[in-house]
């Protein structure tokens, strides 16, 4: 069965400390990988779509990364208001969306 | 260009009642997904449509079900509701099949 695992669960970090978050996944003839963000309350807002291992994308301090196995979505020097749930999700052959629990990011100032 | 819009944003109903949730895509966007969102769960796929021809289900049961019109508006329907269908449902589009899914607000719905 396709899976989405998302680490860690919950991130805290320090205003300007940078780090990653991890997507890893098992789905044969990958179609897309998707990273949303959701605030509270609010529905996902889409950031990355990444297709084929080897490709990345960036937007302002995010950057998403793929590989055969896993994604990264790096957030440099991140700030307060980048706090949020970030998912990812898969996109197998049949078209299947498949989310990942996400992972809680905090930023303190 | 307008985003997703979802129609309620908030619901109360009792078990045993029916609801009806209305999604209008982004303009130009043909698929309209519905996903069911709670804390437990995360987010769970319930159907797609796409040029009014529901073209994938998610594996729930039979009392959720949706339509879509010619106009690629969106409704989807829960019967005989149950305390544990309390959840935020998530419409959301895309120009294809394949493409990009955007979402909207979401509806927040509470079974009592």
């Not at chain 1, 998302?6 to 990988?33: F, I, K, M």
């Not at chain 1, 889409?46 to 896993?70: D, H, I, Q, V, W």
């Amino acid at each position: 069965e396709d899976q989405v695992t998302q680490s860690p669960e919950a991130l805290r970090l320090q205003e300007g400390e940078s780090s990653s978050l991890n997507c890893s996944y098992t789905v044969s003839g990958l179609r897309g990988l998707f990273w949303y963000r959701q605030d509270p309350g609010k529905g996902p807002e889409f950031l990355f779509t990444l297709y084929s291992a080897g490709e990345e994308k960036e937007k302002e301090r995010l950057k998403a990364t793929l590989t055969k196995k896993e994604s990264f979505l790096h957030i440099t020097a991140p700030k307060p208001e980048d706090s949020a749930t970030y998912l990812c999700a898969v996109q197998a052959p049949n078209n299947d969306m498949r989310f990942g629990a996400g992972t809680r990011l905090t930023v303190k100032p | 260009k307008a985003g997703v819009t979802q129609t309620p944003r908030y619901l109360i109903k009792t078990r045993g009642q029916q609801v009806t949730l209305s999604c209008s895509p982004i303009s130009g966007h043909r698929s309209v997904s519905w996903y069911q969102q709670t804390p437990g769960q995360g987010l769970q796929f319930l159907f797609e449509y796409f040029s009014e021809t529901q073209r994938n289900k998610g594996n729930f049961p039979g009392r959720f079900s949706g339509r879509q019109f010619s106009n690629s508006r969106s409704e989807m329907n829960v019967s005989t509701l149950e305390l544990g269908d309390s959840a935020l449902y998530l419409c959301a589009s895309s120009l294809a099949l394949e493409k990009t899914q955007y979402f909207g607000p979401g509806t927040r719905l509470l079974v009592l």
